[in-house]
Nanobody, 128 residues
């Protein structure tokens, strides 16, 4: 089993920056067998959408078009922690942000259905 705990959300004005973190807890074997980690977000009245993801073995990253050039996903394997650095934030980035992990070796980072472990979410609010 893997437990994911997010932190770092908050409120910021448009153009500002935030960094959200996701710490993974669990047995060493469970953590080691994570193949994909991603950030998803969901705004009120909207469907959940993938924001950014990373293939943990290769370090290959993926970004949604809406955040390319503004958001950066990274991982610190020593700390079992995933980060999302968000710069040049826009009001439309306002949402609950969720961290997710997959132990499916064939996972696809944008595909939410591939993820079996989810954090509780952290709210990001961007005001204009």
């Amino acid at each position: 089993q893997v437990q994911l705990v997010e932190s770092g959300g908050g409120s910021v004005q448009a153009g500002g920056s935030l960094r959200v973190s996701c710490a993974a807890f669990g047995h060493t074997y469970s953590i080691y067998s994570i193949y994909c980690m991603s950030w998803f977000r969901q705004a009120p009245g909207k469907e959940r959408e993938g924001v950014a993801g990373i293939y943990t073995r290769s370090g290959t990253t993926w970004y949604a078009d809406s955040v390319k050039g503004r958001f950066t996903i990274s991982q610190d394997n020593a700390k079992n922690t995933l980060y999302l650095q968000m710069n040049s934030l826009k009001p439309e980035d306002t949402a609950m942000y969720y961290c997710a992990a997959s132990r499916n070796q064939y996972c696809s980072v944008p595909r939410g259905s591939d993820f079996g472990y989810w954090g509780q979410g952290t709210q990001v609010t961007v005001s204009s």
